[in-house]
């Protein structure tokens, strides 16, 4: 059997690994090259200037910077989910996520945008009319403003950039209404600001912020006209103001910008970056100076041939985040709830035919139709969340209307996965279709995340970087799906196992697929999760334990804590030591306790949990669910306990699985920011997959040659 059990784990490593290196040959880009500024570097903003306006024939100007320089995706959010010119040009100014004001909700379906709050005017220090170089003014409550943002749990110094490029001796011009919020002082004084950015002065300082009130490509071209031959130019929509939440164009051109798509460490998204990005660039004009900006990385250059390739992408960028985001939470809530009906049309044929069995004193069982029915719906819903991953693999984007086609489409894999899993040579394996749906789904999200995370970049379920969530790495709900596959894949097969009497190889099937799962996810150049091994570990230990038959004590339990804090703290550790510009958040973290004894990272965890967890009636319920789950583990004797007791006396291990499953998701809620996520993600997963196994024929739940197995083993003992 050991020579077996070696004989798989091989061949499937080598599988993983030659899969791996096929799909980065296959999907690799090209290096991306620095963006350098040899002259003035001028910051124009349009608000909600979104690659849908432009054109060749709408907008000429810009149309012409964007076919010779680089372009992208921005995303312009702060600290409130609608961006407002005024706090995107503050966290422009911080280069940090910060706001002041009333802060705009994010925007229902089919509505109109809660209106932004305005910002006044600076106050001229002069009665003199100011001329395109500029004259004084100040906002007169700065104060209040910077000690209100200094003062939050992330604290943002809104005067950062005018600060630093004042001591090396670059002024600020600003030209507009709302550009001089990122040009005022400690004090709130502006030393050079214009009211109409057309008359501004483009040669008064190195640096210059214009904000135009609307998209106005014919005032764009008279800029243009005007900025010097080595100027940088960034154009870019600052902020959603009266639009919906989308992803903005941003344009870069000038002597050092190579012709491609944008990108940014911070994003690690060809064609994508931040707003805290174009921060980054300003100060890269201090060279080895330039201060490290934990939400912000300096832009490069993905290099392409000259056309309009270029455009094309960064459009379908932006056009493919709109449409998953705009129909993600109207398609998941109609597909959860129609397979959540059909399951009940399910229940109520078995409850009929229990009760008309009962009336003539005949014994039940579920019929062979019943069972492919709770079988298929269950393998369709459990099916749907890798679905939504799978779907970036068919240009659905390219369709007559692209809504349609990714919502189809996902019901399309759905349905195909689902078939697969009950029509499959492992249908013969009562484990088989669960096994099947669970090994797909980690193998999708384990490959797609160590290239980059392209499927769930733009999955319905994945990142959602319109609200700049993350860009990279694991999400919170690809950690549920990815902790409960791998939970459940350990539980099935270490079950077999543990019945055919090799429990050592069944801790090391545990064991093993453990710390791939964990390696994969809490790498920084992969996962860059911390939160996810601080919750797996622990489960994947305790079911090593059981499947090892070794007992659970508190200095064992006190032992798993601690190693899985150190396992974390080892990896933020390992980030902090590469160079500022490649860290992720862990790295971050971690420089920012060491210089600055700043634990809000910790404190902002908290925030953000709490205040998804209150923001519906929903989310209030996601406690209940893990505490309904509790109830189950604690209370098998009783109902609903009591429902699960047969089946988990069928399959082994399963029990201790589902207990593994549920630590790992108390664990993630409690470590994640938005850890209200997990546990409704993973029930998703294992729920159909509990359904699967119920509805599969009662007979042992091990392969034949393992019951040969067991046969053998009882012949030569009886000898």
Not at 569 to 579: N, Q, S, W
Not at 592 to 597: A, D, F, S, T
Request: proline share 8%; charged share 10%; with cysteine.
């Amino acid at each position: 059997m050991l020579r077996r059990w070696l004989g798989w784990v091989v061949c499937l490593a080598v599988v993983a690994v030659a899969g791996s290196y096929l799909i980065s040959y296959v999907t690799q880009w090209p290096a991306a090259e620095k963006i350098s500024q040899p002259g003035p570097l001028i910051v124009v903003s349009e608000p909600t200037l979104s690659w849908d306006q432009v054109s060749a024939s709408a907008t000429p100007n810009l149309w012409r910077l964007a076919h010779e320089g680089a372009v992208g995706s921005m995303t312009t959010r702060s600290l409130s989910s609608h961006s407002c010119d005024s706090q995107s040009w503050l966290t422009f100014g911080a280069g940090k996520r910060t706001t002041y004001g009333t802060q705009s909700p994010m925007t229902p379906p089919g509505e109109r945008p809660a209106p932004c709050w305005t910002q006044p005017y600076p106050t001229p220090l002069t009665s003199t009319p100011t001329t395109g170089a500029g004259a004084p003014a100040a906002y007169p409550f700065w104060d209040k403003l910077r000690a209100e943002d200094l003062g939050r749990t992330v604290p943002a110094d809104p005067s950062n950039i005018v600060t630093r490029m004042s001591r090396a001796g670059q002024c600020i011009t600003a030209a507009g209404r709302y550009a001089p919020l990122a040009a005022a002082n400690a004090q709130g004084r502006v030393e050079h600001y214009v009211a109409d950015p057309a008359t501004v002065d483009l040669a008064a300082c190195p640096i210059t912020f214009v904000s135009f009130s609307s998209v106005n490509d014919r005032l764009l071209g008279s800029i243009l006209a005007k900025a010097p031959p080595n100027a940088t130019i960034v154009v870019a929509g600052f902020a959603d103001e009266t639009g919906p939440e989308v992803l903005h164009t941003v344009v870069i051109k000038g002597p050092g910008v190579p012709h491609g798509l944008l990108t940014s460490p911070s994003t690690q998204q060809p064609g994508v970056v931040q707003l805290t990005d174009l921060s980054a660039l300003v100060f890269a004009r201090l060279g080895d100076k330039a201060p490290h900006l934990p939400e912000g990385r300096r832009p490069a250059v993905q290099p392409r041939p000259t056309g309009t390739s270029a455009i094309i992408d960064a459009g379908m960028i932006a056009m493919q985040l709109q449409v998953e985001h705009a129909l993600s939470a109207d398609f998941l809530a109609r597909f959860v709830v129609t397979m959540t009906l059909l399951l009940g049309i399910g229940c109520l044929w078995w409850w009929l035919r229990r009760r008309r069995a009962a009336a003539v004193g005949e014994p039940v069982a579920p019929s062979r139709a019943l069972r492919w029915w709770f079988s298929g719906c269950a393998a369709v819903l459990g099916s749907m969340p890798v679905s939504t991953w799978l779907i970036g693999l068919v240009p659905w984007w390219d369709a007559a209307d692209p809504a349609f086609a990714l919502g189809w489409g996902v019901v399309g894999f759905a349905v195909l996965l689902a078939a697969l899993a009950l029509w499959g040579p492992w249908r013969r394996w009562p484990i088989g279709p669960p096994l099947f749906i669970a090994v797909v789904t980690l193998s999708v999200l384990l490959l797609d995340v160590i290239h980059g995370t392209p499927l769930q970049f733009v999955s319905m379920m994945g990142l959602q970087p319109v609200y700049g969530g993350r860009f990279y790495g694991m999400g919170n709900v690809g950690d549920a799906l990815i902790a409960t596959s791998s939970l459940l894949i350990c539980a099935l097969l270490a079950g077999v196992l543990v019945r055919a009497g090799h429990r050592r190889l069944a801790a090391a099937t545990v064991i093993l697929i453990g710390l791939a799962t964990l390696l994969i996810d809490g790498t920084p150049m992969w996962g860059a999760d911390g939160g996810g091994p601080l919750a797996m570990f622990p489960a994947f230990a305790y079911l090593a334990l059981n499947a090892g038959g070794l007992a659970l004590t508190w200095r064992r339990a006190a032992l798993i804590g601690g190693i899985a804090v150190g396992i974390v703290g080892t990896i933020a550790v390992l980030d902090y030591l590469r160079p500022p510009q490649y860290r992720t958040h862990l790295g971050d973290f971690v420089a920012q306790i060491r210089y600055h004894g700043d634990f809000s990272g910790i404190q902002q965890i908290i925030h953000a949990n709490w205040v998804m967890l209150s923001s519906n009636a929903l989310t209030a319920l996601v406690p209940l669910i893990l505490i309904v789950a509790i109830v189950i583990l604690l209370t098998p004797s009783r109902w609903p306990g009591k429902l699960l007791v047969p089946l988990v006396e069928r399959v082994p291990m399963l029990g201790e699985g589902i207990a593994a499953i549920v630590v790992c998701w108390i664990l993630g809620f409690a470590s994640n920011d938005s850890g209200v996520s997990i546990p409704p993600t993973g029930l998703l997963l294992l729920g159909p997959a509990l359904i699967m196994l119920a509805a599969a024929p009662m007979a042992e739940h091990i392969p034949d040659r393992v019951k040969g197995s067991l046969a053998h083993r009882q012949r030569v003992s009886e000898s």
